[in-house]
């Protein structure tokens, strides 16, 4: 079936240290978005990436959607204790748009120690 | 501008019982979507509907589990005869239109205590 595959499972950091998690997809995405749930919270959306070989900037957070549009990476620079959480990669699958499911991977709970 | 509601956040019930979760779009959202969350798990997808319409129920359980989006009223996600599986979070999420481009906003959750 269609997956949304998430790397690592799990991340404890030193607050400083950079961060990457890595997302797949066994199907071609036609977006790609990412979303951070805090420890207890809800799903809050961070941003949407849309066309080949896209990478967008938050301030410490890069995003970048794979050309072939099968994989997406989140990168935070110097981690901080306020980006605890787990962040969780989610697409819409190419041609899906006769229905709204939007997949999500397992996600990658990032702990960091101050 | 209240976002997706959700109630009750808390629900304990017993093997056997019956659970209701509500949940009432953003103002303006005409779409909604339940996700159940296991413990240290991803979000799974159970159902996606709009008014009066089911429109993809393919993650739903065949038995026990029914929604419905009425046209006056919060969307309804019913667990029939509650087994000790079922306890999870459950999160409603809505969006504007159809979602194939559309970011979609979540509720708080409802956390489902099967005793």
């Known amino acids: 079936g269609q997956q949304v595959m998430q790397i690592p499972q799990y991340q404890h950091v030193q607050e400083g240290e950079d961060f990457t998690t890595y997302c797949n997809s066994s199907?071609?995405?036609?977006?790609i978005q990412w979303y951070k749930q805090r420890p207890g919270g809800h799903p809050v959306f961070l941003i949407q990436?849309?066309?080949?070989?896209e990478v967008k900037k938050q301030k410490r957070l890069t995003f970048q959607f794979g050309e072939a549009k099968k994989n997406s990476s989140l990168h935070i620079t110097a981690t901080q204790t306020t980006d605890v959480g787990t962040y969780f990669c989610a697409g819409f699958l190419h041609g899906s748009s006769n229905t709204g499911k939007l997949i999500f991977g397992q996600g990658t709970t990032l702990q960091v120690k101050p | 501008n209240a976002g997706v509601m959700q109630n009750p956040r808390h629900l304990v019930r017993r093997r056997g019982q019956e659970a209701r979760l509500r949940c009432s779009p953003m103002?303006?959202?005409?779409?909604v979507y339940w996700y159940r969350q296991l413990p240290e798990e991803g979000l799974k997808f159970m159902v996606y509907l709009q008014k009066e319409n089911i429109i993809d129920e393919s993650g739903m359980p065949k038995e026990r589990f029914s929604a419905e989006f009425p046209k006056e009223g919060p969307s309804i996600l019913r667990i029939q005869q509650v087994v000790r599986g079922d306890s999870a979070a459950y999160f409603c999420?809505?969006?504007?239109?159809?979602?194939?481009?559309?970011?979609?906003?979540f509720g708080a959750g409802s956390r489902l205590t099967v005793l």
């Open positions: 999420a809505s969006s504007p239109v159809r979602s194939g481009a559309n970011v979609l906003t």
């Open positions: 199907t071609t995405l036609s977006n």
């Open positions: 103002k303006g959202h005409s779409h």
């Open positions: 990436l849309v066309k080949s070989g």
